[in-house]
């Protein structure tokens, strides 16, 4: 069962930024924060992870409290082909483990 | 970066007939491959567990004689649906772990196989 807790669905103005949050109360201290996201009838996307620190790459910014039970995707200008499914998922850091995908959430971005 | 090729995108079969779905790893080994499958609208869920060299493990609910799975090599796993049914139609994803990267963005997936049984 996913360990992670997403809202279904969300807008954003093309242009803005695109706050993504999810609920991880339960993580482990060896577990990771992975961020995929699914385009429509495509293959998920690896977008971003984190474990305590808050990271940034060339895609989006992951912010993770401190008590690490949550976090939130920042996508900082959105775009309309950022509209996708996006899956938060909390992951041991070795080994062969599957990820395990939840609801996510379904980011609509409008012109 | 990491590429898996999935092969069909898109399959049309009749009732009773099987399936074949391939799955590549294009510049990486990947010991361990992973299969989803996908209602409209709905999440991924993990089929099975690919392994090179020895038998898949199967998640509870999955018939194992109805999806067969074979990882004959390092960089190559495919799933046959036999005797394929109408509800057996889905978009099935397949996953492969580049073992050089220790992380979850060694996980590349397919393009998927979306599956229509008529």
């Known amino acids: 069962d996913a360990k992670t807790t997403q809202p279904p669905s969300m807008d954003c103005a093309e242009g803005r930024a695109a706050n993504l949050p999810c609920n991880h109360s339960t993580i482990s201290g060896n577990e990771y924060v992975y961020w995929y996201r699914q385009i429509h009838s495509q293959g998920p996307q690896y977008i971003i992870h984190g474990l305590k620190n808050n990271e940034t790459n060339e895609m989006a910014s992951l912010i993770i409290t401190e008590d690490r039970k949550s976090s939130t995707l920042i996508l900082p200008h959105a775009t309309l082909r950022d509209t996708a499914v996006y899956y938060c998922i909390v992951r041991p850091n070795s080994g062969n483990t599957p990820l395990v995908f939840g609801k996510g959430t379904r980011l609509s971005v409008i012109a | 970066g990491a590429v898996v090729s999935q092969h069909p995108s898109r399959v049309i079969c009749k009732s009773g007939t099987s399936v074949k779905i391939e799955c590549r790893s294009l510049d990486f080994q990947a010991t361990t491959m992973f299969w989803y499958r996908q209602f409209p609208k709905k999440s991924l869920m993990l089929m099975a567990t690919s392994n090179e060299g020895s038998k898949a493990t199967y998640e509870q609910g999955v018939e194992k004689d109805k999806f067969l799975i074979n990882h004959a090599s390092l960089t190559l796993s495919t799933l046959t649906v036999t005797s394929a049914h109408p509800e057996d139609s889905s978009f099935y994803i397949c996953?492969?772990?580049?073992?050089?990267?220790?992380?979850?963005?060694?996980?590349?997936f397919g393009s998927g196989t979306r599956l229509t049984v008529v």
């Open positions: 996953s492969a772990r580049d073992m050089d990267r220790e992380h979850g963005y060694g996980y590349t």
